[in-house]
């Protein structure tokens, strides 16, 4: 029988150096990784020291990888992600508890996926634990920053820093109030309209400035709200004068049911687009058949609901 004892190699030490070929250099994969520099770079050499093997040829503020480091790389990343997957297999198989995942989710996206998402997996997953964090893009931001959420459905951000971000699909944002739907609005009529919008942090905010701003069509409102209940609750008061903006499905079974007029907005930046967030870098694996099913709902919705693309 062969010795147990066999040379090896720190394997969050791989990942590290994995991380700093991805992000092409020390300094862009720090931030990502979540490590000061100085001990990334600790890291790497005391890797270099397992192998034997120089693996960046360093030159000033950069760092590329050697013959050897470009061969690492390749070869590192197969594996990696086979031994994830194994990690992943055995644990779901043979585990004693189940996995366990925080997701983040937008008060708009949550009509759209949480109910299909918990059904798919209590079918294929059953012991999975998925743990539900409902709240607005920023504050999900800050909570992935600080390691309270595994992956989050939210806008895309603009400023995709220390992230891995996938979009998903997009939806047309639409003026919703009380009344009839009449035809199509064109900006400069949107503006007319005693607006509530949320307040300038929420991304679906930044997206109505950026667009009414190179139109340099202003959309001021005259109400700044972040609660999606409470924005609904004014649009259903009796004075019947204030309107909003909102994705499309946020309010299509509201307006199915009589409660509000949605109108179209005559302008093609007017959208938002889904996306699945995760932390970047060389964090820990999720379960494969989670994003698998996030995926799946993604192409559903794509091709069964009007204003989706």
Known sequence: MGRLEKPGVDIR????????CDHGGFSKAA?????????LTRQVQLLEHELGIELFTRNGRSAVPTEAGIALMYGARLH?????????????????GSAHVCLGICPTISPLFLLPLQDALRQSAPSLTLTVIEAYSGDLRNLMACGRLHLALTYSPSDAAGLDVTDLLSEKLVLVGPGQATATLALGEVARQRLILPS??????????????ERGIPLVPVLELDSLSAVKAMLDGTSGDFATILPYHSVATDAAEGRFAIQMIDDPGMVRTIALLRP??????????LTEVIFSRAEVIRASLDAVF
């Open 13 to 20: 030490r791989l990942r590290y150096f994995v991380a700093v």
């Open 31 to 39: 931030p990502v990784i979540g490590i000061a520099q100085p001990a």
């Open 280 to 289: 970047g870098g060389a964090g820990q694996p999720l379960p494969k058949i």
């Open 80 to 96: 990696l992600e086979s031994f994830d997957q194994l990690i992943e297999k055995v644990q779901r198989d043979f585990g004693a």
């Open 200 to 213: 300038p942090h929420h991304q679906l905010r930044r997206i109505i400035d950026a667009v009414a701003a």
